[in-house]
């Protein structure tokens, strides 16, 4: 099993930044396939950026794009999701969610492909 460790959520007003870590542990996969999802209240789970650890490949829904970046630091093992211009409907619940690279190498917007998920942080930008 791997693990996901969520942290660096909060409050922000809108046009401020937040960045969020996820760092895996437990089970040891040579490469990942990672999403960061995002939940609102009473709105489906979405994928909002995702980052493929073989080749750092990046995806980003239109929404976010310019805004947010994902990128991954090897030494620290962790998987960032920097956000700025945050906008008040960016407000959410954000999860790390990770999928072995041999199991899946696309990045997928689909929840039930990524078997291993974090235990979300939330994110509330206030206008």
């Known amino acids: 099993q791997v693990q996901l460790v969520e942290s660096g959520g909060g409050l922000v007003q809108a046009g401020g930044s937040l960045r969020l870590s996820c760092v895996p542990s437990?089970?040891?996969?040579?490469?990942?396939?990672m999403g960061w999802f995002r939940q609102a209240p009473g709105k489906e789970r979405v994928l909002v950026a995702g980052f493929r650890w073989s080749d750092g490949r990046t995806y980003y829904t239109d929404s976010v794009k310019g805004r947010f970046t994902v990128s991954r630091d090897i030494a620290k093992n962790t998987v960032y999701l920097q956000m700025s211009s945050l906008k008040p409907e960016d407000t959410a619940v954000y999860f790390c969610?990770?999928?072995?690279?041999?199991?899946?190498?696309?990045?997928?917007?689909?929840?039930?492909?990524?078997?291993?998920w974090g235990q979300g942080t939330q994110v509330t930008v206030s206008s």
């Open positions: 969610a990770a999928a072995p690279a041999q199991v899946m190498g696309i990045i997928s917007g689909r929840s039930d492909r990524y078997p291993y």
């Open positions: 437990g089970r040891t996969f040579s490469s990942l396939t």
